[in-house]
């Protein structure tokens, strides 16, 4: 049985599953419940200075819906704990008095002044919690009062106030970044910088949800009008994972540890981030969604994925993929591949065949000698992967790499066994050439 | 030999008040919206799609089923009625097991496939619940004028196409009622709440069409005389006869053509009044056999059999039809031909029926006799067309009218479709399109 206890930066859990700083993560009640379920650690929802923030009364989220109501992605426009400070405190002190075990990290957001950190940070260490994280991602709301994703949109802001943070705290600190922002590297090495154990990312994306076209306001609609919210959910975990392999491989932050957020739903979510370098995940949406009960099968999917395939501990794993993370310009150019319809299993929809036809490369058949069949036209298929993406049936249409030696129909070339990128190739007007003599 | 009763048992009101509005409510009911997303999103969007290609008025489902998926049911249901007219009947009545949901993607895949019928109703049924008329306008007046002879599927479909092209359509019915057999012979679990008559409303909404009921061909109409009145004559005059069994005692009370009970089924306003057998036993083996056992079972006939001469597998009846039939209570009962009706005091008590076999392909009798206590016998073995009355000069083959791929038949300004001609499937929707392809021919032929 694969060990699941993580420790990040001095952390420790009794598994990487960490519920994000959220609605779940409010109120004493929520987060016992939580620990209750199987959950590892917390980060306790944002506290603020009194006095408390006040939310909306109207709708505070908006959703992306399959056609059987399955929850893709979600917005919200709440704001950080609209409960006083004292009463979190209070209750944080209490949980982690209750729950030693259990990771339970701050998330703390107040104006960019020092003493501000100052005064905040001395209350929090009075809880003895295990950790603070500032809050530089909250895209709406707490923004336009210049904090939240405004701070994490100025690597210099960052830097300055997580500086701040190391300086008058002992405790590890965390740095959550938006994903708001061009290049999520700046930002992560602002905070590297600064000094910060950790980064935390994605925080949430700016977002529109849909517009009601009854009375033309954006949703969610407060009072027949709507401002960006935040945007999170399994539509958002392909921009987390860039941006968390982003910062894993980039030569300045590498090392730096990462908490992986952004649509985490299962357990195999959970392990992509770490295989990208996330050394704890962080959950919200699928909480909101299905209730506590989810970390249940994350934490016995992933025990089992890692016992099939020998890891022992999460350490083993995080980070494996990152080496494989590369530029466009490195990949094999000599890589040759062709699709490949596997008619026992093809259904014929054809979508693979209209795709082509009308998008990509003319490479599959609709018909052969007469009758309906899908065949891939080998010296027309360039390898895309669209009907692969298309495919209603798994494993139907598979991606089959060409022997070295053997010669693509399309180019009529020899595959080649040697590596070459487009660095050496000679459409490259850039290309490294060997000097002359 | 089974000693049978001399008195038969046929009565009115063998059920509860509940159990016929229960038995005879809607066999499918109407999709709820979320039903509906979830099963639209099911389908592929096949490209050439099989379900389009097997669909006799080639409706283009994948189509369809997308912008219902896209909430947007009016415009599917426009992309049905731009192929069938009838598409809300067709949505009920088809055999869509044989037709496009036999060869739907997800049926060879899973044996699952995408449920087209009633995604067809939900968005006929939307489409007719928000309009009064029919998505079409009509091109500007020809000034021509057709007769359609016969006011069922194909003269419906046809009279409606006929009139979107402009021309003027005089629709004549024998009956006092328009819809042909979607009124008068579809099981009613089919087509509840009055739909056949609130179609034939929905198809005449295009304006053009004069319905004239009470007029039949060969009575009080005269091809000859429709001919030199009008531009052009379509006939879709179905099939007004009924093959007989050709046995002694088919004359006595209790021996009944099946098309004249579900008519009078169709038209009753209290079930509870229309009397039944207790043992009803029906001869046939197609569609018309199983909505007549399946209806006397649900009227409240206690032992319903049909009896086939041939095997299962040769039955015209669908397989989904025999399945309804035998989780309705009905036995079906194969290799059995009807050999004397058994009676007393002219009214019939038994069916004698001998065990057949195949020979070299061809039925034999065994000589093996069954026999059944029946109160009531049903013919439902095919109708026929009534030739004497076309008149002379319609050139017929095997019984029915001989048309060409245009559904013309030999004469040049009169075309045919439905039942009535040779070739025929006996489906609404294949009526449909022979209306449909009968329409276009006479509009390319009248605008020529």
């Given at each position: ?297 994350m934490i016995d999917g992933l025990s089992d994925w890692m016992d099939q395939k020998g890891y022992t501990s999460v ?123 | ?424 499937e006996d489906l609404t929707v294949t009526a449909v399109e022979d209306g449909k392809i009968a329409a276009e021919s ?7």
């Open positions: 049985m694969a060990d699941l206890s993580t420790n990040f930066i001095g952390i420790k859990s009794p598994n990487p599953f960490w519920l994000a700083s959220a609605p779940p993560t409010d109120k004493e009640y929520n987060v016992v419940r939580a620990f209750k379920a199987g959950w590892g650690g917390v980060v306790w929802k944002t506290l603020g200075e009194d006095p408390a923030v006040v939310n909306v009364n109207g709708p505070r989220y908006g959703a992306i819906h399959g056609k059987d109501r399955q929850l893709i992605g979600l917005n919200n426009i709440e704001l950080i704990t609209d409960r006083p400070l004292e009463v979190n405190l209070r209750e944080i002190k209490q949980v982690k008095r209750d729950w030693p075990d259990r990771a339970l990290v701050v998330s703390l957001m107040v104006p960019c002044e020092e003493q501000n950190w100052i005064n905040i940070l001395k209350r929090v260490e009075e809880t003895e919690a295990d950790g603070v994280e500032l809050n530089f991602g909250c895209p709406h709301g707490m923004s336009e009062r210049g904090m939240g994703s405004a701070v994490g949109q100025v690597p210099e802001y960052i830097e300055m106030v997580t500086r701040w943070v190391k300086q008058h705290s002992r405790m590890p600190c965390i740095v959550k970044l938006t994903p708001n922002i061009t290049d999520v590297r700046k930002p992560a090495q602002a905070a590297k910088a600064g000094g910060a154990d950790a980064v935390s990312l994605i925080n949430t994306i700016n977002s529109i949800m849909g517009v009601d076209l009854d009375i033309m306001s954006p949703s969610p609609s407060v009072d027949g009008k709507g401002a960006h919210g935040g945007y999170c959910g399994p539509a958002v975990k392909p921009i987390a994972l860039n941006m968390v392999a982003e910062i894993a491989r980039d030569p300045a932050t590498h090392g730096l540890p990462i908490s992986g957020i952004g649509g985490v739903t299962t357990w195999r979510d959970a392990a992509e981030f770490m295989a990208l370098g996330a050394g704890s995940v962080q959950v919200c949406t699928a909480a909101m969604t299905y209730g506590f009960k989810v970390v249940e099968d350490d083993q794993v995080v980070g494996s993929a990152v080496p494989n993370v590369s530029d466009w310009q490195y990949l094999n150019l000599n890589y040759i591949a062709k699709a490949k319809i596997d008619q026992d299993l093809c259904i014929q929809c054809g979508r693979c065949h209209i795709a082509c036809e009308d998008t990509s490369h003319q490479a599959i058949t609709n018909m052969v000698d007469g009758a309906r069949k899908f065949e891939v036209i080998d010296e027309e298929c360039v390898g895309c992967n669209l009907c692969v993406s298309v495919c209603p049936v798994e494993n139907c249409i598979t991606m089959e790499a060409m022997e070295p030696g053997s010669v693509d129909p399309r180019t009529k070339k020899v595959v080649e066994k040697e590596y070459a990128n487009w660095t050496t190739h000679p459409n490259n007007p850039m290309a490294v050439t060997e000097a002359a003599e | 030999m089974t000693q049978t009763k001399a008195t038969p048992d046929i009565a009115a009101g063998r059920l509860s008040e509940d159990a016929y509005a229960e038995n005879f409510s809607d066999l499918h009911p109407l999709l709820e919206p979320h039903e509906a997303m979830v099963e639209a999103d099911r389908c592929y969007f096949c490209y050439d799609a099989p379900c389009m290609q097997a669909c006799p008025t080639s409706i283009d489902i994948p189509q369809f089923i997308r912008q219902i998926s896209t909430d947007n049911p009016t415009g599917s249901a426009k992309t049905i009625f731009e192929q069938n007219i009838l598409g809300g009947m067709c949505a009920r009545v088809c055999p869509t097991e044989t037709l496009c949901e036999q060869v739907c993607v997800r049926e060879v895949a899973e044996g699952k496939p995408v449920k087209i019928g009633q995604l067809q109703r939900y968005a006929t049924d939307h489409y007719m619940r928000e309009n009064d008329t029919t998505p079409f306008e009509r091109a500007a007046s020809t000034g021509k004028r057709i007769a359609v002879v016969g006011a069922g599927p194909a003269g419906l479909s046809c009279a409606h196409r006929l009139a979107v092209h402009g021309h003027d359509v005089v629709l004549f019915d024998a009956k006092e009622k328009a819809g042909g057999l979607n009124e008068f012979g579809i099981a009613s679990y089919k087509s509840v709440d009055n739909f056949a008559a609130r179609e034939v409303e929905f198809v005449l909404s295009i304006g053009g069409i004069e319905l004239k009921t009470g007029m039949r061909l060969g009575d009080n109409l005269d091809l000859a005389e429709l001919r030199s009145s009008y531009d052009a004559v379509f006939l879709s005059i179905g099939l007004g006869g009924v093959n007989a069994l050709g046995l002694d005692g088919e004359d006595k009370d209790g021996s009944l053509d099946a098309v004249d009970y579900i008519a009078d089924l169709r038209q009753a306003n209290d079930l509870s009044k229309l009397p039944v057998g207790r043992r009803v036993v029906v001869i046939g083996g197609g569609m018309t056999a199983v909505d007549i056992a399946v209806q006397t079972s649900l009227l409240g006939a206690e032992d319903v059999t049909i009896a086939y001469r041939r095997g299962q597998d040769r039955m015209n009846a669908s397989e989904y039809e025999q399945h309804l039939a035998q989780t309705s209570g009905v036995k079906i009962m194969t290799w059995a031909q009807p050999k004397t009706l058994v009676g007393a005091n002219g009214s019939i008590t038994a069916i004698e029926l001998e065990r057949t076999a195949e020979e070299d392909g061809r039925l034999v009798g065994t000589g093996s006799v069954v026999t059944l206590p029946a109160d009531m016998v049903f013919k439902a073995v095919g109708q026929t067309l009534v030739q004497s009355d076309l008149g002379d000069g319609v050139a017929l083959e095997k019984g029915r009218i001989v048309v060409d791929e245009n559904r013309k038949t030999n004469l040049a300004d009169v075309w045919a479709g439905g039942d009535c001609v040779l070739g025929g006479i509009n390319a032929a009248l605008s020529a």
